[in-house]
Nanobody
Framework: QVQLVESGGGLVQPGGSLRLSCAASGSILSINYMGWYRQAPGKERELVAVLTSSGIRNLGDFVEGRFTISGDSALNTVHLQMNSLKPEDTAVYYC?????????WGKGTLVTVSS
């Protein structure tokens, strides 16, 4: 079994920064990609950023250069650096990993951007 543990959410003022981290543990054979999705109240879950095992980054259109995803060489840990946060970035952020033929999800961490 695989577990994804997220950390780093919280309350931040507009224009501020947060760094989210996700660590994978358990029966990890081959991680194809890891990354982040988010879901705001009343909205569908959407892609924020993913990092593939070959180093390719896929970012949501709304990122606009504000967020950066990085990971260790084994892709067991990924980080999401979020700068210039806006109120519309408020959501639950979920870590996602595609390992073998299976998608795994973390429990989510709440990010609130408010003054």
């Amino acid at each position: 079994q695989v577990q994804l543990v997220e950390s780093g959410g919280g309350l931040v003022q507009p224009g501020g920064s947060l760094r989210l981290s996700c660590a994978a543990s358990g029966s990890i054979l081959s991680i194809n990609y890891m990354g982040w999705y988010r879901q705001a109240p009343g909205k569908e879950r959407e892609l924020v950023a993913v990092l593939t095992s070959s180093g390719i980054r896929n970012l949501g259109d709304f990122v606009e250069g504000r967020f950066t995803i990085s990971g260790d060489s084994a892709l067991n840990t990924v980080h999401l650096q979020m700068n210039s946060l806006k109120p519309e970035d408020t959501a639950v952020y979920y870590c996602n990993a595609h390992i073998g033929l299976t998608h795994y999800w973390g429990k989510g961490t709440l990010v609130t951007v408010s003054s």
